[in-house]
């Protein structure tokens, strides 16, 4: 999950907070629910981490769910690539009534970021239930999401749902590595006619306790910002260490990282992030400052001062504008020698209708004549912001009242990238759909001890439950 709800912005939101009730543990669960903790539960403790564990194991895990609650070998589409047999991915399809009617698709990736037994206090790959938690490598990203979907897949088979417009559920790989074969991209490219859908639900929403526990946001991912590698080089003909030049391979590299380290990319707004500032900026627990900022910047997003009281807040800071920074370096082949050759990997998150090919020119033109700079591949496609439609958000909100009444709901941007970018690339909108909460410290997602609430779990599943039969008729 390379894109995540928003953190910090905790003064936006104090208004509003729900107290929780005692969370279940497994043992006094419902029948339904002890049937998706199976299946919870086996996925979590299936390692699906990329080159070392097995993504193709646990979707055949799933599809061995599926077939037992009736779907059939022309409703489940398992696939993978001759080169990557373990990165293999399910598209699953539960014909609707309706044939004019545009089918939904539900999205989610099934590999997870690595998880060393030595640095966790449990075992990564094991689901231990423990003060009112799941804990384990996955247990939220995403593949609580991944759960939720084949849940709801099969509790509408042996519920005999028909619903009015077709559901497909795409379950994939390598959402978490960049160099990765990566089913969502392979699916667009490959297969669109399959996932072919009017519009997707994905990661990248959900919710967030506050620190007592308490409810205190829902988001709803609306756009996201696309993520590229690039690398400057510089080179020299080196030299002996106690004779040093000016022309310095690790000084003039360190010269552009400062360039680009300094330069603000200007200003955008899309749909979704004019309405997220707006409503940031009427928000009775945003300070006066910060509110009359961001009014300012609405109006025009040329105003420097306004723009230096916003940018405190970093989230905020990443919502305004493309950002690159540099996250590694390598440069010199021996303590006593002048440097012959410096690298740096610069990380981009570009802002939706920007491009790489401009943003390249910009780094290129911050850099200078004597440092090279070079995209890196795989090149992503940019981001297309879906709209925000009522037809969609509206019923997100509606199901909200029933399960988390009196939590606001925001429209975000993410500032990460998701594989939504690839279905975008081909005209499906995807949306991060709301329902699970995680903790304000981010649950220890891409870290150490990721967890979720057990009560986030089942709350989020009932709620996407519902949400997606309200789309589907």
Not at 101 to 118: F, G, Q, S
Not at 155 to 174: D, E, N, Q, V
Not at 275 to 290: D, E, N, Q, S, Y
Request: hydrophobic residues 40%.
């Amino acid at each position: 999950m390379r894109g995540k709800p928003m953190r910090g912005l905790g003064w936006i939101v104090g208004a509003a907070l729900v107290a929780q009730s005692a969370a279940a543990s497994a043992g006094e669960l419902r029948p339904d629910q002890q049937a998706f903790f199976g299946l919870y539960k086996e996925l979590v403790e299936t390692n699906t981490v990329v080159d070392i564990g097995s993504c193709t194991q646990a979707r055949d895990q799933i599809v061995a769910r599926m077939k037992a609650a009736g779907y059939t070998d022309q409703e489940l589409t398992p696939f993978s690539v001759p080169e990557h047999p373990k990165d293999g991915g399910l598209v699953a399809v539960l014909k609707g009534s309706d044939p004019k009617a545009k089918p939904i698709l539900l999205l989610a990736h099934i590999d997870v970021v690595a998880a060393k037994r030595e640095d966790w206090v449990r075992d990564p790959f094991k689901l231990v239930e423990e003060d009112g938690y799941y804990y384990g490598r996955g247990t939220v990203d995403d593949k609580a999401m991944a759960a939720i979907w084949a849940d709801a897949m099969i509790r509408f088979k042996t519920s005999g749902y028909r619903p009015r417009r077709t559901i497909k559920m795409a379950l994939t790989c390598g959402e978490e590595t960049t160099y990765a074969f990566n089913g969502a991209e392979w699916l667009a490219k490959n297969k669109p006619d399959l996932i072919a859908a009017e519009f997707a639900l994905n990661e990248g929403g959900g919710g967030r306790y506050n620190d007592k526990g308490e409810r205190e946001m829902l988001a709803i991912q609306v756009g996201e910002k696309a993520a590229q590698n690039f690398t400057f080089t510089t080179t020299n003909p080196g030299g002996h260490s106690s004779q040093p030049v000016p022309d310095n391979a690790i000084y003039e590299l360190a010269d552009a990282l400062q360039r680009v380290r300094t330069y603000e990319f200007p200003i955008k707004f899309t749909d979704t992030t004019r309405a997220f500032f707006g409503m940031v900026a009427k928000a009775p627990t945003t300070p006066k400052p910060v509110a009359d900022a961001i009014t300012t910047l609405l109006a025009n997003p040329n105003d420097a001062a306004a723009d230096r009281i916003v940018s405190i807040d970093k989230a905020m800071h990443s919502t305004l504008r493309t950002t690159c920074v540099a996250t590694l370096l390598k440069a010199g082949h021996a303590e006593n020698a002048l440097p012959q050759t410096a690298t740096a990997n610069v990380n981009c998150r570009i802002f939706p209708g920007e491009s790489v090919d401009g943003t390249l020119a910009k780094l290129k033109e911050l850099a200078g004549p004597k440092v090279t700079v070079t995209a890196n591949m795989p090149i992503r496609p940019i981001g297309i912001p879906p709209k925000l439609d009522p037809k969609i958000v509206g019923p997100m909100k509606a199901v909200a009242d029933k399960y988390f009444p009196g939590v606001p709901m925001l429209p975000s941007m993410s500032t990460g990238a998701t594989d939504g970018i690839f279905l975008e690339a081909i005209g499906i909108p995807v949306y991060g759909a709301p329902g699970v909460f995680i903790d304000a410290d981010f649950s220890g997602i891409h870290g150490l001890n990721e967890r979720i609430r057990t009560e986030s779990l089942y709350a989020g599943r009932d709620y996407l439950f519902d949400l997606v039969k309200a789309y589907a008729g």
